[in-house]
């Protein structure tokens, strides 16, 4: 039987502030549904990249391997945006590695390492694939915002940044509301805007679902999980509420049904999880290359070094030769 559709946005334990998935847990209930492969894409980390991958090939899952990462918002740095990469192989997977690296050491800000678009321009996105962040990406803000001109301007920028690896995202959430600047609309109703933006441009669209927890029942865990990232008491009335009870583990008769008039966007979703294959040597240490100069091997190079290092610290530890 031809699957139907292929999870490529889950967020587990590892994405901290809002994530309380167990890996085997999710990579066990893809496998009772038979999905071929399944994406995890942890929020701005990979942290669990080694245990899910041995986990899903364990099972016969293709492991995808992913990253929701926060993209600055130059307008307003304090409501960052959203850009999803998915690594077709090892090349894409260290580029996603280094924009990880760059944004933790260098793009900081009220404790989240955010990317730069122009980033992407600078190092290249070969071996990468985009999915625009539906409705928190910078064109679903757009769109929310029912600035369709600056939508096309931003969908095209990002489909030349990834020439055939850029796809828009459609989410259906339940009647979950959206804000895009001062405007605040219904998940639906960026997903229709969306639609008429890809059939405007040409640009392919794919059905994604934001798994945070596995099961509907698990969502007020969820809510206390992020309650604790937030400081925020479960009880308060006031808190802001940006997750939804439908964002449990849907099977994939679950996800047909629920995009059954884009037939599109959840074979997309298929297609993607075969335009990507990372192969991984697990088990295996791996030193990185330290430079060092012509005809002196490593060990003479580290044993200078370390001598050179122990004569200045002692020079500091003991200022007095005797």
Known sequence: MQPAFVHLRLHSEYSIVDGIVRIDEAVAIA???????????????????????????????????????????????DNPLRILLLAQNSKGYLRMCELLTRAYRGNQYRGRSEV????????????????????????????????????????????????????????????????????????????????????????????????????????????????????????????????SPEQYFMTQGEMARLFADVPEALQNSVEIAKRCTLELTLGKSRLPHFPKPENVSLEQHLRANAGEG???????????PT
């Open 31 to 77: 496998k009772a549904d038979a999905m071929p492969a399944l994406a995890l894409t942890d929020l701005g980390n990979v942290f669990g990249m080694v245990k899910f991958y041995s986990a899903a090939r364990s099972e016969g899952i293709k492991p995808i391997i992913g990253c929701d990462l926060w993209l600055t918002n130059e307008t307003d740095r």
């Open 116 to 243: 730069q678009k122009s980033w992407f321009g600078e190092t290249g996105t070969e071996g990468l694939i985009a999915l625009s962040g539906a409705h928190q990406g910078d064109v679903g803000q757009a769109l929310a915002a029912d600035n369709r001109d600056v939508a096309r301007q931003l969908a095209e920028d990002w489909s030349r940044l990834f020439p055939g690896r850029y796809y828009l995202e459609l989410q259906r959430l339940g009647p979950q509301a959206v804000t895009g600047g001062a405007a605040t609309v219904l998940v639906e109703t960026c997903v229709m805007r969306t639609l008429q933006l890809a059939g405007a441009t040409g640009l392919p669209v794919v059905a994604t679902h934001p798994v945070q927890f596995l099961n509907k029942e698990d969502f007020r865990a969820h809510e206390a999980r992020v309650c604790i990232s937030e400081g925020y008491i479960l009880s308060d009335q006031r808190r802001p509420k940006r997750y």
């Open 310 to 320: 122990l004569a200045a610290r002692l020079a500091e530890l003991y200022a007095d």
